[in-house]
Each structure stands twice: as structure tokens, then as C-alpha cells.
């Protein structure tokens, strides 16, 4: 995904709060999400976000998307070690495919 | 509960083998995708289908992949005469027209080319 760009690794400790940052460039993205992906798994999808809202919340999850800069991030509050995984900001700019970043690694330690 | 399944979960071939994935979605999704997922990045979207209909194929479609979904519901992906270039995870995903778009992976077929 060279039109999405996330960081490469984050480290948090358990209990505090984790935030992956993303940025994107197609200002006709529709809709824009998060997917997790576990070792040797597939992608699981955690949340979207409609690109006319500025922030979705679910659970342990915030979505925020400043759509002027083009950046999405989102927050995990309370991490936990079972939040290890790799994060994917992916948009969806057509009616069809998805355009993935390069995934966040993120280790929680205790 | 059935999500989007992927068989086989792997497959070591040699170099110049043909071989065929399936993927089976959600059941009443109508829309079927392939991405490939190499080490160290994020899917890259191959094609997708409407019902039976292929729509879209990407670049990194090259002759030697082709993709079916004869009834609209499984389909196949074949890579002939594999390279070991092909070697990464071809992931498959479903999703319903009109509910958002939201797609749903499979775990994903790990392909290695020996």
C-alpha cells in the first residue's frame, strides 16, 4: 500500500492506552478500517470508520479521522498482552478493493 | 457461525507446479476478493468477483494466475508453472454489496515455492 503509511512498530506496556497512526492520500476514500492480524492468521476486522464521521468509538477502541490531513488513528485503551498483533489501516477508495498500509507491530509488554 | 474459509492452510510445491487454492465465504456475500500478502507487508489486492462475474484484476495478475467462482459462491485460484516469487499468503475475502463493503478474511492459504 504505497497510498497508506503507518508507523512500523509500537511498544506499550500492559494497562496503558496504544495509538497507531495512519495516513492515507485518496480524498475519495469511502470508507476506511482497521484489521488485526495474529501470527500466521488471517486478518480479523476490528472497526471502520465512514469517512463523514471524525471518530467512532467501540469498547476499548476510539477511531479518530481528521479527513483535512488525511489521518487516521486509532486508540486501545487498557492494552493487554493478547493485544500483541499486527494492526492494518486499510481504505477503501472504490466499490471493490481495499488498499493496505504496511501494518503496525505492536508488543505489549508487562 | 461460519466466516470465510481457505483450503488447504498450506502448501510447499516445487518450482514449476501448478497449484489451486478455494475459498468459501460467507454464505449469502456476494462479493468475493483475493489479495496476496507478502513477509513484512500488507495485502495487495489481485481481483474480485461479483456473484460469478470476475470485475477487476490487478497487474500483479500475471498470466499464470487465474481465478474462478463458476457459481457465484467458492472459488478457485490456480498459479501455473509456480515461481518462487509466488511464495506468500494469498488471502481471500467476502463481503455483502451495499452493507458497508465491509470485508471478511479468511485465515489465508500460506504458499511456499520450493
Known amino acids: 500500500g504505497e497510498d497508506v503509511e503507518q508507523s512500523l512498530f509500537l511498544s506499550v506496556r500492559e494497562g496503558d492506552s496504544s495509538v497507531i497512526n495512519c495516513t492515507y492520500t485518496?480524498?475519495?476514500?469511502?470508507?476506511l478500517y482497521w484489521y488485526k492480524q495474529e501470527p500466521g492468521a488471517g486478518l480479523q476486522l476490528l472497526t471502520y470508520i465512514f469517512s463523514n464521521m471524525d471518530m467512532k468509538q467501540d469498547q476499548r477502541l476510539t477511531v479518530l479521522l481528521n479527513k483535512k490531513d488525511k489521518h487516521l488513528s486509532l486508540r486501545i485503551a487498557d492494552t493487554q498482552t493478547g493485544d500483541s498483533a499486527i494492526y492494518f489501516c486499510?481504505?477503501?477508495?472504490?466499490?471493490?478493493?481495499?488498499?493496505f498500509g504496511a501494518g503496525t507491530t505492536v508488543t505489549v509488554r508487562a | 457461525d461460519t466466516g470465510v474459509s481457505q483450503d488447504p492452510r498450506h502448501k510447499i510445491t516445487k518450482r514449476g507446479q501448478n497449484v489451486t487454492f478455494r475459498c468459501d465465504p460467507i454464505?449469502?456475500?456476494?462479493?468475493l476478493y483475493w489479495y496476496r500478502q507478502t513477509l513484512g507487508q500488507g495485502p495487495e489486492f489481485l481481483t474480485y468477483f461479483q456473484n460469478e462475474a470476475q470485475l477487476e484484476k490487478s497487474r500483479l495478475l500475471s498470466d499464470r494466475f487465474s481465478a474462478e467462482r463458476p457459481k457465484g459462491s467458492f472459488s478457485t485460484l490456480e498459479i501455473q508453472r509456480t515461481e518462487q516469487g509466488d511464495s506468500a499468503m494469498y488471502l481471500c475475502?467476502?463481503?455483502?454489496?451495499?452493507?458497508?463493503?465491509?470485508?471478511?478474511f479468511g485465515p489465508g492459504t500460506r504458499l511456499l515455492v520450493l
Open positions: 454464505s449469502e456475500h456476494n462479493r
Open positions: 485518496d480524498s475519495s476514500s469511502t470508507y
Open positions: 475475502a467476502s463481503s455483502y454489496s451495499g452493507a458497508g463493503e465491509t470485508q471478511y
Open positions: 486499510a481504505e477503501g477508495t472504490n466499490d471493490y478493493k481495499l488498499s
